[in-house]
């Protein structure tokens, strides 16, 4: 059905359930990537265990995301497969591009050591720059099962073991900061990510971004078959097994919103990026 896997394709896989404040942790995350490891790996054999690198928890840095994203970069060429795949919390943060941005807002992913300040949070600005550097024919898909909040003043809320049943869901937005710092500070102001170096948030992705919601909306972290999960993975995964080899990625999509709507979830998933209407495998 799809090429044999080619021994360059690689996967980043990332998955935060346990953060510093345990008022932020989450069950499904690391249950998320595992999933798309054996999907990717043992299902469809298109990328070999070998060139899949996981971080999970305390792993997952902003420095340490950074520096395996770059790994997965090196060396691809065209025809080559590249899968980086995020599962932990989201928010959104003041932008200072307020030309781009109508919302004056960033979509930010929250590392393990993300404290509410620019230098431990992941933008998309800083995604952008990093991903510029994929080349041209290069088979690119993103996968976000995370929040993009719009509020990070929310009351805090409490895990309590017994909570965590098949009748209860918790979202994966950031919780116990009372806001996210709104000015620039000195570190961001040498950091050369430009408006000319952010041309693909200008222009479409060189690649496909599959997100589990909307920008104003939260992603579910959610109990299915007896196991923790993100709602937004457990259907993405379920339809590419079904439809992955004669359905493209936007139509997969919309299967999964389909699922979602069908079983309660309030999220809406998206597709985007010049890839969003290729299959999910080459």
């Known amino acids: 059905m799809y090429k044999k896997g080619n021994m360059k394709n690689k996967a980043l896989l990332v998955g935060i359930n346990k953060y510093p404040d345990p008022r932020n942790e989450?069950?499904?995350c690391v249950n998320d990537i595992l999933e798309m490891e054996h999907f990717i790996a043992e299902t469809n054999k298109v990328y070999s265990k070998q060139n899949i690198k996981k971080?999970?928890?305390?792993?997952?840095?902003?420095?340490e995301i950074i520096?395996?994203?770059?790994?997965?970069?090196?060396?691809?060429?065209?025809?080559?497969?590249?899968?980086?795949?995020?599962?932990?919390?989201g928010a959104q943060a003041p932008t200072k591009f307020t030309s781009l941005e109508k919302d004056g807002l960033d979509e930010i992913i929250c590392p393990y050591d993300f404290d509410g300040t620019n230098n431990t949070s992941l933008r998309d600005k800083e995604f952008a720059q990093l991903f510029a550097a994929i080349p041209k024919g290069v088979h690119f898909v993103w996968?976000?099962?995370?929040?993009?909040?719009?509020?990070l003043s929310r009351d805090p809320f409490k895990v309590d073991e017994e909570?965590?049943?098949?009748?209860?869901?918790?979202?994966?937005?950031?919780?116990?900061l009372?806001?996210?710092?709104?000015?620039?500070?000195?570190?961001?102001?040498?950091s050369d990510i430009t408006i000319g170096g952010i041309a693909p948030i200008i222009n479409p992705l060189n690649g496909a971004l599959l997100s589990a919601c909307q920008s104003h909306e939260l992603s579910a972290d959610t109990y299915i078959n007896n196991r923790f999960i993100g709602a937004f993975t457990h259907y993405l995964i379920e339809n590419l097994?079904?439809?992955?080899?004669?359905?493209?990625?936007?139509?997969?999509i919309g299967l999964v919103n389909k699922d979602l709507e069908k079983n309660?979830?309030?999220?809406?998933?998206?597709?985007?990026?010049?890839?969003?209407?290729?299959?999910?495998?080459l």
């Not at 909570?163 to 116990?176: E, S």
């Not at 009372?178 to 040498?190: A, C, P, R, T």
Request: aromatic share 12%.
């Open 241 to 252: 097994n079904k439809y992955s080899g004669n359905k493209n990625m936007r139509s997969i």
């Open 55 to 63: 971080l999970t928890n305390k792993e997952a840095t902003k420095k």
């Open 26 to 28: 989450l069950r499904g």
């Open 143 to 151: 996968i976000s099962d995370s929040c993009h909040a719009e509020d």
């Open 264 to 281: 309660g979830y309030d999220q809406n998933p998206q597709s985007e990026g010049l890839l969003e209407n290729k299959f999910f495998f």
């Open 163 to 176: 909570d965590f049943n098949a009748n209860n869901t918790h979202y994966r937005f950031f919780t116990g």
């Open 67 to 89: 520096t395996q994203l770059k790994w997965l970069i090196e060396g691809a060429e065209a025809g080559d497969q590249l899968l980086f795949h995020y599962s932990g919390h």
């Open 178 to 190: 009372n806001h996210f710092e709104q000015s620039v500070d000195e570190e961001e102001q040498k």
